[in-house]
């Protein structure tokens, strides 16, 4: 009863069952906070790094020098071999060689194709974890 002596009528669906349709919009908030509470977290994969220091000129990327203990180092990669392509993609230039090394990770194979003298190569090694 309020202060005029009526009784109120109760709000639908507070009728006192114990169920109503805030009970529903309950239940459905607990179940998507269940769902995208739990959702896994995405992994965050180290970058690759190869080892590699190049230099550009008229006839392309060529090997500068090779980071002592790297993946580079330890193939048969030499200084003065000529990148032609990287992941079977050409390169000509250090903005091709930038874009392609930046998508490789940790651990992933990398195959390069080289020109030494007259011969081409392919040379495969194992991106090691990035700085």
């Known amino acids: 009863m309020d202060r005029t002596g009526l009784q109120a009528p109760a709000p639908e669906g507070l009728g006192g069952d114990g169920h109503s349709a805030m009970d529903g919009l309950a ?29 550009v000129d008229e006839a392309g990327v060529a090997v500068k020098s090779l980071l002592a203990g790297s993946p580079a180092a330890a193939s048969e990669l ?13 390169v000509k230039s250090s903005a091709d060689i930038l874009r392609l090394a930046g998508k490789i990770t940790a651990g992933q194979a990398v195959k390069l194709k080289v020109v030494r003298g007259e011969q081409t190569q392919e040379i495969t090694l194992k991106a090691g974890e990035g700085f």
């Open 27 to 55: 239940a459905i908030s607990e179940m998507l906070v269940g769902l995208l509470g739990k959702q896994s977290k995405p992994d965050v994969l180290p970058r690759g790094s190869l080892g590699i220091e190049w230099s």
């Open 78 to 90: 030499k200084v003065g071999d000529r990148i032609s392509h990287f992941q079977d993609k050409a």
